[in-house]
């Protein structure tokens, strides 16, 4: 029998996780929630905290199987291996990267702050209820990716969205901010290139290969005097994924801004483009929060 799945991005953030999990059971109907790689420290604590199980992780699409896609425009972000004709549907909130079917298929996306939020408007136009623990969930995704609502990703929707999620499941909105944010914040054993590739995608744009990390934490000390290293760590990835450009942002969740990091002249010259700094191997981006609200634009229009 052929096996259904529901999927997020590879790097899988909050979002891409939780929406997973309550996609596959707003499905209902035997779809499986999944992972295409290991949960970072925030989707951790956010799991351990509602207590919920881990989905299944995947490292390439099971033969066989069919898939619902959460949280990703474009299959560079997808799980390895999986077919177009594979999949059964798509619910997202990113720009869109030229997927082509030879199926119609469900294909759900706005621009709004989160898979999450989008979700909790799909399961209210079917008068379906959201339970406790899916409430918790939808909520944590909304936090994780608009950083609490103060990204300039976030609408009027989302805000409303999650106040009601927080009235369903008895959760103090910013009381679990601070936690996950926190434990998104911790790199304790981890490498700058655990970090770097932590939250990393890869896109495709006019013929060219771009990858684009960002870190996201509320405490940047322990980032003090490593540029070199964090620059280092740079070309040996745009190296070994035959990149055209890469880039990292190291993103202040408080004070509002990115350290965006230029590995070469070729970078250089897209931030200068893009946001109008160059010259220098780290630059600071003030109000900028969000890759694919404010980096992934830019850096494309400017390539
Ligand atoms: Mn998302």
């Known amino acids: 029998m052929t096996k259904k799945f529901v999927i997020g ?16 059971k707003y499905l209902g109907n035997g779809a499986v929630p999944a992972i295409a790689g290991e949960l970072n420290r925030e989707t951790k604590f956010v799991l351990d905290f509602l207590k919920e199980k881990k989905p299944k992780v995947l490292k390439k699409a099971p033969v066989n199987s069919k898939s619902y896609l959460v949280d990703h425009g474009g299959l560079e972000q997808s799980i390895v291996g999986i077919n177009p004709e594979d999949i059964l549907g798509v619910v997202d909130h990113h720009q869109m990267f ?25 399961f209210k136009e079917k008068g379906k209820k959201i339970d406790k623990k899916n409430a918790g969930l939808l909520l944590s995704g909304i936090i994780s990716d608009t950083l609490n609502l103060t990204s300039k990703t976030a609408t009027i929707e989302d805000k409303k969205i999650a106040k009601e999620l927080a009235k369903i499941s008895g959760i103090n909105a910013k009381e679990l901010a601070q ?22 995608k ?16 509320v405490l940047t000390t322990p980032f ?5 290293k ?3 760590v740079l070309i040996n990835i745009k190296q070994e994924t035959k990149a055209d450009f890469v880039f990292f942002g190291l993103v202040d969740i408080l004070k ?17 483009k893009a946001f109008g700094v160059s010259g220098n191997r780290v630059v600071l981006l003030k109000g900028i929060t969000s890759r694919k609200k404010q980096l992934v634009p830019y850096i494309f229009k400017s390539i």
């Open 9 to 24: 991005h590879k790097n899988p953030d909050t979002d891409s996780v939780v929406s997973a999990i309550v996609f596959s």
């Open 98 to 122: 030229g997927l082509t079917t030879v199926e119609p298929l469900f294909y759900r996306t706005e621009a709004i702050g989160s898979t999450a939020t989008l979700l909790a408007k799909m």
């Open 179 to 200: 936690k996950m944010f926190e434990a998104k914040s911790d790199i304790s054993g981890m490498s700058i290139k655990d970090i770097v590739l932590s939250d990393y």
């Open 202 to 217: 890869e896109y495709k744009h006019l013929g060219k290969n771009i990858g684009i990390g960002v870190f996201e934490t």
């Open 224 to 228: 003090k005097g490593k540029d070199d």
């Open 230 to 232: 964090i620059l280092e």
């Open 256 to 272: 509002k801004e990115t350290l965006f990091y230029l590995l070469s002249e070729k970078e250089d010259g897209v931030s200068k």
